[in-house]
């Protein structure tokens, strides 16, 4: 039963990290969580001013691969298998850049696909 109620203290500390990301991104003009179709041109064109890089730190290290990481290591300290400080700052660091650079290397190719008209418009046959 304590493992369980670890784990959902991890989600818990995850996804409060992720509700202050998203008020933030908001406060800047950004909202990670709405999908409008209209707003789709403009944001895309928002996201190409910002960069491939700023783009992958912003929206995969500085949030999901935040929250994994600070998931991870909450759950380490509490159930007691933690070695300190140091070791769970390397483990935070860890998982932070590699799921947020998972993260935000696949959300930035799905956000910045250029779309394809239907059906596609193919050359005249000679």
């Given at each position: 039963?304590?493992e ?14 992720l ?8 406060i ?7 999908r ?12 190409k ?12 290290v500085?949030g999901?691969?935040?929250a994994?990481?600070?998931?991870m ?26 799921f947020?650079l998972?993260?935000g ?16 418009a ?5």
């Amino acid at each position: 039963m304590r493992e369980v109620a670890v784990f959902i203290a991890g989600l818990a500390f995850a996804f409060a990290w992720l509700a202050i990301w998203a008020g933030f991104l908001h406060i800047f003009g950004f909202s990670p969580f709405r999908r409008k179709i209209e707003d789709s041109a403009s944001k895309r064109q928002r996201l190409k001013r910002l960069g491939k890089l700023r783009y992958i730190l912003t929206f995969g290290v500085l949030g999901p691969g935040f929250a994994f990481g600070l998931a991870m290591i909450t759950m380490d300290v509490l159930s007691n298998r933690s070695r300190g400080w140091v070791s769970e700052s390397i483990k935070f660091a860890f998982f932070a850049v590699f799921f947020g650079l998972f993260q935000g290397f696949g959300s930035w190719r799905n956000e910045l696909r250029d779309p394809v008209s239907f059906p596609p418009a193919y050359p005249p046959v000679k």
